[in-house]
């Protein structure tokens, strides 16, 4: 099997089972973490600012690496490339679950990030190559149930391991699944890939290395150091640079390590923008519900993980519908009726007070999981099959790629308003005469600092209903290159019959 063949006859199922298997187990990695964050800072005596860099740590490896996948699929076959990916990965679950000290578990969970960052994009790649184009959005739907899994599984199942166990647990569950996962795909994955004549452009690599990593690492740390730290806008400035560098030098190799032409194609430009702007509105959800939850409402680590679970299955189970849905009315009506729900429920968030129910807050992230899940698969599937085959290692390295640096945005411009407005709003109450700095007038203040992120969050989601009203069914481009290569097969054949 190879990244730019024809689509196949009868799917590989064998095949993708693994590939999901070992991408199931990433995310489920990712989303465990997040409510044990508290844990660790208390048992390896951190601060909050430091500890937060076992996600942008990650975030950031991933949004280094994942520009690379292109040329990674296009040169090795699916069994190098996920036996490396899940070898990586296993490496670095069993150092984060032994270390010692903070620095040893950071470089874990980096390790853990070099081998996920490989298999997102590789089995999309292997999705969007092994099913013909009026199936795609049903085998995407079946993708989601899987993928949306881990979200569903993950924030609970940490809050339990915490309150039985430690943070520790979490990593000691991780490994055994990965080294066998590991084993099944020695056995089981044969697909084998001829020698390619491709060679990876060393100073591409740098250039995107600095590009991306500033940008991710620059939004990342102007929650913490403020926008005019030259930190934060010297690297932002300096990645932008980088970018430019590389965007160019990609437009003038024969062989790019990531082809921009894919930005040609309308549907696929339309559906990575509604991605990013997407993924912006659902990290204010990840990011601020749990600091409302915990922090201010102080309910447990396993109830704010139970408060979320509804909404990830809603999530989960609705993916083959939507995928359904999809391949019979395309993603227009689908991403409408999914970005209504969202800006609704992001209004509906800016709203919370300290008297908010359980109940309600468990109802509004159901019902923002369903809109949820009525766009993201639809949109980018959109998008992705609009271009030629040859493109989509390139497409969905590019996807991949755009939403780790609006994830960064998203979160920093989100966490930069919640503090910025936490401050005015407690210097506010202090001039109202509710005493002094007390935690009674912090905690308000924290309560209104939420609620006007969230109320930003409603003008990005916004953003993107506007721009789904511009979505059309997505035809796949022709392939002029491949066409004119399949004429010149054919051509002897008609000479000699």
């Known amino acids: 099997m190879t990244s730019t063949g024809s689509t196949m ?15 199931f187990l990433s995310l489920l990695n990712n989303t465990l973490l997040n409510i044990a964050l508290p844990s660790i800072m208390s048992e390896l005596h951190v601060e909050a600012s430091t500890v937060q860099w076992l996600t942008t740590g990650y975030m950031l490896v991933n949004g280094i ?3 690379t996948t292109a040329y990674l699929i296009q040169k090795y076959s699916v069994r190098q490339l996920f036996l490396s990916a899940m070898g990586i990965f296993t490496i670095g679950s069993l150092l984060a679950a032994t270390a010692p000290a903070f620095s040893l578990l950071l470089a874990g969970r980096m390790t853990q990030a070099a081998g996920s960052a490989i298999m997102m994009p590789l089995l999309m790649n292997v999705m969007l190559v092994s099913f013909p184009i ?17 979200p569903a599984i993950g924030p609970t199942l940490s809050g339990w391991l915490i309150e039985h166990y430690d943070w520790r647990m979490l990593f000691y569950v991780v490994t055994p699944v990965a080294v066998a996962v590991f084993a099944i795909g020695i056995f089981l994955l044969k697909d084998k890939k001829g020698k390619v004549d491709l060679h990876l452009d060393t100073v591409s690599v740098v250039l995107s290395t600095i590009g991306f990593g500033g940008l991710l690492y620059g939004f990342s740390s102007a929650g913490k150091e403020g ?6 806008y010297g690297t932002i400035l300096l990645g932008i640079a980088a970018i430019t560098i590389f965007i160019l030098r990609q437009s003038k190799r024969e062989q790019p390590m990531l082809n921009f032409a894919i930005f040609k194609y309308p549907m696929y430009t339309l559906s990575i923008t509604i991605s990013m702007v997407i993924t912006m509105a659902l990290f204010s959800g990840m990011v601020l519900m749990p600091i409302y939850v915990q922090t201010i409402r102080g309910i447990s680590p396993l109830d ?17 519908v939507t995928g359904k849905l999809f391949d019979k009315y395309g993603g227009r009506t689908l991403a409408i009726v999914g970005l209504s729900l969202l800006t609704v429920t992001s209004y509906l968030l800016a709203r919370l007070t300290l008297e908010t129910t359980y109940t309600y807050l468990v109802v509004l992230y159901s019902v923002r999981m369903l809109g949820m899940s009525m766009v993201m698969m639809p949109v980018s599937t959109n998008g992705l099959n609009q271009l030629p085959k040859r493109f989509y290692p390139h497409g969905t390295a590019m996807n991949n790629t755009m939403q780790q640096v609006s994830g960064a945005i998203g979160t920093a411009l989100l966490v930069t308003v919640m503090s910025n407005q936490t401050k005015t709003h407690a210097a506010e109450l202090v001039r109202a005469g509710q005493g002094g700095m007390t935690e009674e007038v ?6 209104e600092g939420i609620n006007d992120a969230f109320f930003v969050s409603v003008f990005i989601a916004g953003l993107g209903l506007v721009l789904s009203f511009f979505i059309k069914r997505a035809k796949p481009a022709e392939d002029l290159r491949e066409r004119d290569t399949n004429d010149e097969q054919m051509t002897p054949k008609v000479a000699n019959s």
């Open 9 to 23: 006859s009868r799917p590989p199922y064998g095949m993708l089972s693994i590939l999901m298997i070992g991408a």
């Open 65 to 67: 690496l994942i520009p």
């Open 134 to 150: 009026d199936k795609r959005g049903t085998a995407m739907g079946v993708f989601g149930l899987i993928m949306m899994g881990a």
């Open 227 to 232: 926008w005019a730290s030259p930190q934060v």
């Open 304 to 320: 704010a993980g139970l408060m979320m679970m509804p909404g990830a299955i809603i999530m989960a189970l609705m993916s083959p």
């Open 442 to 447: 912090m905690i308000k203040a924290m309560l």
